[in-house]
Antibody, heavy 115, light 107 residues
Framework: EVQLVESGGGLVQPGRSLKLSCAASGFTFSNYYMAWVRQAPKKGLEWVATISTSGSRTYYPDSVKGRFTISRDNAKSSLYLQMNSLKSEDTATYYC????????WGQGVMVTVSS | ETVLTQSPTTTAASPGEKVTITCRASSSVSYMHWYQQKSGASPKLWIYDTSKLASGVPNRFSGSGSGTSYSLIISSIESEDAATYYCQQKSSDPPLTFGSGTKLEIK
């Protein structure tokens, strides 16, 4: 069974950093592009980052470029999102997703940026 | 970046009725995916590559379209279909782009 389990969320002050993790199981992790997608409270879905199978290529929207870094460890079947210089508008549930003929989603982890 | 516009934003239907949700793209896309999200849960892949049902999706759901216009159709609504549905284009990825969502309520 495919499983994606996010962790690392919580309450953080504006300007601080946080690192999210996603543990994957039930499939060959290294064969898939992976992504992070977020959803602010009562809002729609917003793409945050994508990483290639080897990790050599990464992609971001302008809203997080230069502040967020996506990475992966294929040996550990794990995906990460390093978030720096956090802003209140980064408050959202963050989902790890496997990209293959559509996205397969984890259960999500909440990040609240507030003083 | 391809912008996706969903309509309607919200809709309400009675059990047994037919519902159509539309997703229009600002430029031509090759395929469209659809997700179902119930309150408090993560999105689930529902329809992929425009018309293929994901595992476990009832066959009262269908998808169609091409170019800049795509649809998710529910032939006969059931109470369990209450959810928000999002479209997502496949052509230019990245960036991943989603529609703004259609909330389906059951009368």
């Amino acid at each position: 069974e495919v499983q994606l389990v996010e962790s690392g969320g919580g309450l953080v002050q504006p300007g601080r950093s946080l690192k999210l993790s996603c543990a994957a199981s039930g499939f060959t992790f290294s064969n898939y592009y992976m992504a992070w997608v977020r959803q602010a409270p009562k809002k729609g879905l917003e793409w945050v980052a994508t990483i290639s199978t080897s990790g050599s290529r990464t992609y971001y929207p302008d809203s997080v470029k230069g502040r967020f870094t996506i990475s992966r460890d294929n040996a550990k079947s794990s995906l990460y999102l390093q978030m720096n210089s956090l802003k209140s508008e980064d408050t959202a549930t963050y989902y790890c997703a496997r990209r293959a003929g559509g996205l397969y989603w984890g259960q999500g982890v909440m990040v609240t940026v507030s003083s | 970046e391809t912008v996706l516009t969903q309509s309607p934003t919200t809709t309400a239907a009675s059990p047994g009725e037919k519902v159509t949700i539309t997703c229009r793209a600002s430029s031509s896309v090759s395929y469209m995916h659809w997700y179902q999200q119930k309150s408090g849960a993560s999105p689930k892949l529902w329809i992929y590559d425009t018309s293929k049902l994901a595992s476990g999706v009832p066959n009262r759901f269908s998808g169609s379209g091409s170019g800049t216009s795509y649809s998710l159709i529910i032939s006969s609504i059931e109470s369990e279909d209450a959810a928000t549905y999002y479209c997502q284009q496949k052509s230019s990825d990245p960036p991943l782009t989603f529609g703004s969502g259609t909330k389906l309520e059951i009368k």
